[in-house]
């Protein structure tokens, strides 16, 4: 069973900083392409950044030049630098293993932004 355990969330003031990580199998960090996710109330789940192939990432374009992803391959995690915080970021943030066709989601951790 594939399990991507996620940390690093929690409550920040606006223009403030937080480091999610994720950590997976050494075999899902290998073959799959891993990215972050977030969900707000009543919204629904958007991409927030990814790498595709190799190293190359992806932004949403609400995060760039404010969020960077990033990876760590001897422990097997990605993170994701949060900075410049909005109220707008609060949502539960997932990590994401992506490959051909399946998924794989972590638990979810909360970001709360507070203006």
């Known amino acids: 069973q594939v399990q991507l355990v996620e940390s690093g969330g929690g409550l920040v003031q606006s223009a403030g900083s937080l480091r999610l990580s994720c950590s997976a199998s050494r075999t899902i960090f290998s073959y799959y392409a891993m990215g972050w996710y977030r969900q707000a109330p009543g919204k629904q789940r958007e991409l927030v950044a990814a790498f595709t192939s190799g190293s190359i990432a992806n932004y949403a374009d609400s995060v760039k030049g404010r969020f ?3 990876r760590d391959n001897a422990k097997n995690t990605v993170y994701l630098q ?3 915080l909005k109220p ?3 949502a539960v943030y997932y990590c994401n293993a992506h490959l051909l066709n399946a998924d794989y989601w972590g ?5 709360t932004v507070s203006s």
Do not use: A, C, P, Y
């Open 68 to 70: 960077t992803i990033s």
């Open 82 to 84: 949060m900075n410049s």
């Open 107 to 111: 638990q979810g951790t909360q970001v």
């Open 88 to 90: 707008e970021d609060t």
